[in-house]
T-cell receptor, first 113, second 111 residues
Framework: EAGVAQSPRYKIIEKRQSVAFWCNPISGHATLYWYQQILGQGPKLLIQFQNNGVVDDSQLPKDRFSAERLKGVDSTLKIQPAKLEDSAVYLCASSRGVGETQYFGPGTRLLVL | GQNIDQPTEMTATEGAIVQINCTYQ??????LFWYQQHAGEAPTFLSY????GLEEKGRFSSFLSRSKGYSYLLLKELQMKDSASYLC????????????FGKGTTLSVSS
């Protein structure tokens, strides 16, 4: 089966600009996660969806980050405006259901200058 | 709160066996995962433990002791391609179902 797809793979922007990332989970996976991975660190959860509803967004910086999964399949994560400290890899993961094994996409590498 | 500790770096030679340790502190433990992450790539799932004991999968094995808050990943017959970062991640009832990751252990395998 096809894996988790993400685009773009790389993005370079200047601070205060906005950027959006897209994720297409594995077919049939109801649960979708966005993680932020700063260089040298493990991934940190930003937001979790179950179908098109938000399960956990407690660690999402809501003043600048937003995410949606309107039809319960694809998801977008947006940063507006970006800060230097947002430079990281943004990983999307999906699982068949809540609590099941998560499978990761290739990530989007963001550099904010 | 949650805390996960694993060594930052390890080195080993081809054909050897290496054990990567992970200790964790959580309020509501609900499973431990090991992921492999090659430089510039996404984490890939290696193993899952929720009960005490050893889970074996080919050259890789993972062990869990819930009473000690301890796990290890054992890699046998090391190959150069095993050079990667190994991430220990815990699922905690009180943190929902998302994973809480350690910082990862970078393993370098030399010939």
């Amino acid at each position: 089966e096809a894996g988790v797809a993400q685009s773009p793979r790389y993005k370079i922007i200047e601070k205060r600009q906005s950027v959006a990332f897209w994720c297409n989970p594995i077919s049939g996976h109801a649960t979708l996660y966005w993680y932020q991975q700063i260089l040298g660190q493990g991934p940190k959860l930003l937001i979790q969806f179950q179908n098109n509803g938000v399960v956990d967004d407690s660690q999402l910086p809501k003043d600048r980050f937003s995410a949606e999964r309107l039809k319960g399949v694809d998801s977008t994560l947006k940063i507006q405006p970006a800060k230097l400290e947002d430079s990281a890899v943004y990983l999307c993961a999906s699982s068949r259901g809540v609590g099941e094994t998560q499978y990761f996409g290739p990530g989007t590498r963001l550099l904010v200058l | 709160g949650q805390n996960i500790d694993q060594p930052t770096e390890m080195t080993a030679t081809e054909g050897a066996i290496v054990q990567i340790n992970c200790t964790y502190q959580t309020s509501g433990f609900n499973g431990l995962f090991w992921y492999q992450q090659h430089a510039g790539e996404a984490p890939t799932f290696l193993s899952y433990n929720v009960l005490d004991g050893l889970e074996e999968k080919g050259r890789f094995s993972s062990f869990l002791s819930r009473s000690k808050g301890y796990s290890y990943l054992l890699l046998k017959e090391l190959q150069m391609k095993d050079s990667a970062s190994y991430l220990c991640a815990v699922r905690d009832h009180q943190a929902g179902t998302a994973l809480i990751f350690g910082k990862g252990t970078t393993l370098s395998v030399s010939s």
